[in-house]
């Protein structure tokens, strides 16, 4: 394509790179398998933090940071939480690096540290081990706190946004007095993350629970939301755990209840990461570029003007200018792009490419006839309007494109959601209409780990939503008594 963007009916992974580097919102780093987030990739993650952050205040929720480095012996202390991450981690061995002589510098030999330090790749751990300080009656609970933070999971194949070995998250840790507190607060957050993939992304998610193969290390149980792309895979998109009691015994964290009796503490935690970047990219763009709802786009209304001499500059940008006062008292953001360097051509590829939502053209015509002419970015429509009103119709109309890039997403997952009965109608589905595939399932580890060999299809969730359905389990033929949802994912 001109944009140097390939179709994604051609080839989706090389059409998801093309859109992240040419729209500058990251770009690979000198180091394997890390990438460099731009300022506009990074602008949107700040718009996403904002907002995470706010519902979580609103929910009781603080703030709090702890170190990157985790010594090592701290995850010899919960075993099935060190087995999940254990191939994945980056080790810190030496202290110190030195000259050898020769110009060159290498690790200083007498440098090694006495206990190796693990580079975070979740803060479990270290924030129980902290915990045992903090807590000692039940006056002390819940803890309600969350860290912004960089993990680094050493990953061996990764791409932009969706698996680098270094990426930013939020994680939340939470300290509750009974199990049913802390079940609260797992699925409280769930919720959370839901309204916010829904609400702010325009991503319709399923709210769901892992089966016991797929839930996150050391946890007892996990809530997920999944979410459908547009080629057909699904991305888990944020997850919330149940850890039970097993960090608290661990690291011997015990309270005093009301009762005067000593028990462990009931934990979660919850995360979500910059892969919401790649799912909002992935949800949906198209072969022109980014397609950003409105309500996180970095700009949201970008005023171009078309003009020959510097007096029709100077009466346009006299409008814009008033025009841009009330349209940041409303909240929106807008961007009035007066450069001579670039033509109006070029201004308009580069914002569509952009997935700027709307973008406002004004020449002297226009300003003659009192109109400006908007072009919408989910669309690709355009329309001729009286400059008369104009904030409140700008206004409206983000709100409409933030409501129909929702509608076609949940339309798509709609159309690729689909009911199977049989293991040959699963197979074939998978590879003619790729999609999420609502089939029975024998509810045995075994049965879910070769469909998952065989297909490379994992169960993404247990609906929390799922209708009671007696059924056949698609490859063994044993009851069921609900579907489950099927898909490959990323």
């Known amino acids: 394509m001109s944009k140097g963007v390939i179709s994604k009916d051609e080839d989706y992974s090389q059409w998801f790179n093309d859109l992240v580097i040419k729209s500058d919102m990251a770009e690979y780093s000198p180091v394997r398998g890390c990438m460099i987030i731009k300022p506009y990739g990074y602008s949107i993650w700040e718009k996403m933090q904002a907002v995470l952050d706010q519902m979580f205040k609103d929910t009781g929720h603080s703030n709090a940071y702890f170190p990157l480095f985790i010594p090592k012996s701290f995850f010899s202390k919960e075993a099935s939480h ?41 803060s479990e751990t270290i924030i129980w081990n902290t915990y045992k300080g903090w807590i000692q009656s039940y006056r002390d609970l819940p803890i309600l706190v969350n860290q912004w933070a960089n993990v680094v999971r050493w990953e061996m194949r990764t791409r932009l946004f969706l698996r680098t070995s270094e990426f930013l998250w939020q994680e939340g840790h939470t300290a509750h007095a009974t199990s049913e507190e802390a079940i609260a607060e797992t699925e409280q957050m769930l919720e959370v993350y839901a309204n916010f993939a829904e609400n702010w992304m325009g991503l319709p998610v399923i709210k769901g629970r892992k089966t016991p193969n797929e839930r996150f290390a050391g946890a007892l149980d996990t809530y997920c939301i999944e979410a459908l792309m547009q080629d057909g895979k699904a991305l888990q998109a944020g997850t919330s755990h149940f850890l039970g009691q097993n960090f608290a015994k661990a690291f011997d964290v015990k309270f005093t209840g009301k009762d005067n009796k000593l028990d462990y503490v009931w934990a979660t935690s919850w995360g979500v990461s910059t892969r919401l ?40 940008s006299a409008y814009v200018a008033a025009l841009s006062k009330e349209l940041k008292v409303k909240g929106i953001s807008v961007k009035f792009d007066n450069r001579d360097t670039h033509r109006p051509g070029a201004k308009f590829a580069e ?29 690709k429509t355009k329309e001729t309007v009286n400059q008369e009103g104009l ?100």
Not at 101 to 120: P, S
Not at 351 to 379: F, H
Not at 391 to 418: G, M, V, W
């Open 82 to 122: 060190v087995d999940g991450f254990a191939k994945e981690c980056a080790v810190v061995t030496h202290y110190r690096l030195k000259n050898d002589g020769n110009g060159n510098i290498v690790v200083d030999e007498e440098a090694k540290l006495e206990e190796e330090l693990i580079v975070r790749p979740t």
């Open 277 to 316: 970047i790649g799912a909002l990219i992935m949800a949906h763009s198209d072969d022109a570029g980014l397609v950003l709802p409105p309500k996180l786009a970095p700009i949201q209304v970008v005023v171009v003007p078309i003009y020959k001499h510097q007096e029709e500059l100077d009466n346009i």
């Open 351 to 379: 914002y569509e490419l952009k997935g700027v939502p709307l973008r406002v053209a004004i020449g002297s015509r226009d300003m003659q006839n009192g109109t400006v002419e908007l072009a919408r970015r989910d669309t």
């Open 391 to 490: 904030a409140q119709h700008i206004e409206s109309l983000l709100e409409q494109i933030q409501n129909n890039i929702y509608k076609k997403a949940f339309d798509f997952r709609a159309a690729n959601t689909t009911e199977v009965d049989t293991y040959e109608e699963f197979k074939r589905m998978l590879d003619e209409q790729p999609g999420f595939l609502s089939a029975h399932w024998d509810g045995t580890p075994e049965t879910e780990q070769r469909i998952k060999d065989e297909t490379k299809a994992t169960i993404r969730c247990i609906p929390l939503d799922a209708k009671q359905e007696e059924g056949k389990c698609i490859l063994t033929g044993k009851p069921s008594t609900q579907r489950v949802l099927f898909a490959r994912a990323y």
